[in-house]
């Protein structure tokens, strides 16, 4: 409810005033704003965390392009651009590193931000679905090799 989130970004932001360099509060402050249909300072914080851990947290892109997307406010191409850079580069480590797989949600922040790129560019929507398709799939057999490890063992 309304004064659930009011609170909560009280507390953000009394937390903030010690801690601005804190993109998990900048996210969380996003995600407050955009509860509360302040769509001009969800953008902002969502920006303010991108600026801060865009390799560290796809969530916090994911948040930002659905500000966007209620906003009605299109994407450029060269954003279009750094985006698609940050998601191969995003592949490419969750393709390497199984932890992304395994200990995070960043196979489906993945999906979410190439679900919402293909609804701002949708003549390239198959592409992104598709990129989307294959991580997911690489993650399904991964997750399901692990669920078949002795437990106990971690490799």
């Known amino acids: 409810n309304e004064k659930s989130y ?11 005033h010690s801690n601005a ?3 998990r509060a900048w996210k969380f402050l996003g995600f407050i704003a955009e509860q509360l249909g302040d769509l001009p ?3 902002n914080a969502y920006r303010q965390a991108w600026d801060l851990a865009k390799w560290n947290d796809l969530g916090i ?3 930002w ?7 009605k406010k299109p994407l450029s191409v060269d954003e279009q651009v750094e985006m698609d850079h940050l998601l191969d580069t995003y592949a490419a ?9 395994t200990l995070t949600g960043t ?4 999906q979410a931000v190439a679900a919402q790129l293909g609804r701002f560019f949708r003549k390239d929507a198959a592409r992104y679905r598709e990129k989307a398709e294959k991580l997911l799939l690489l993650a399904q057999n991964i997750r399901t090799s692990f669920q078949m490890q002795t ?5």
Do not use: C, P, Q
């Open 6 to 16: 009011t609170e909560a970004k009280e507390a953000v932001t009394a937390y903030m």
């Open 21 to 23: 360099e804190d993109a």
């Open 41 to 43: 300072a969800a953008n």
């Open 61 to 63: 892109l994911s948040g």
């Open 65 to 71: 392009l659905s500000v966007r997307l209620r906003g």
């Open 93 to 101: 480590a969750i393709a390497s590193n199984t932890h992304f797989i």
């Open 107 to 110: 196979v489906e922040d993945y």
């Open 151 to 155: 437990i106990g063992k971690l490799w």
